[in-house]
């Protein structure tokens, strides 16, 4: 998770260096705050609202209890509900009725 932050921050410092490559102002907070961006116009449990992320399209949630991650971070992918998972995994997908699978 150390590395994951790691990286997102260099992310983030590189894409304010080069201008015109900035992120929106909003998904900017969300992300200094550790926040997700999903697709949702309200966040699923354990997340908490907190504000919008690319000028106002989607939904900023905070984690509450810091100890549920994204389906990315625990090495799964998102797929539509349409696709079969050999194995499921849990982990948080940023659209309502996706799935993670580590394997499809």
Partial sequence: MKLFSCLMALLLFLLQAVPGL????????????????????????????????????RTCCVDTTSNFHTCQDEGGH???????????????????????CTEV
């Fill in 78 to 100: 998102c797929v539509p509900p349409e696709i079969r998972c050999l194995q499921e995994q849990e982990g948080l997908c940023p659209r309502r009725g996706w799935k993670c």
């Fill in 22 to 57: 900035g992120l929106p102002r909003d998904t900017l907070h969300c992300l200094e705050h550790h926040g997700y961006c999903f697709h949702l116009k309200s966040c699923p449990e354990p997340f908490a609202a907190f504000g919008t992320c690319y000028r106002r399209r």
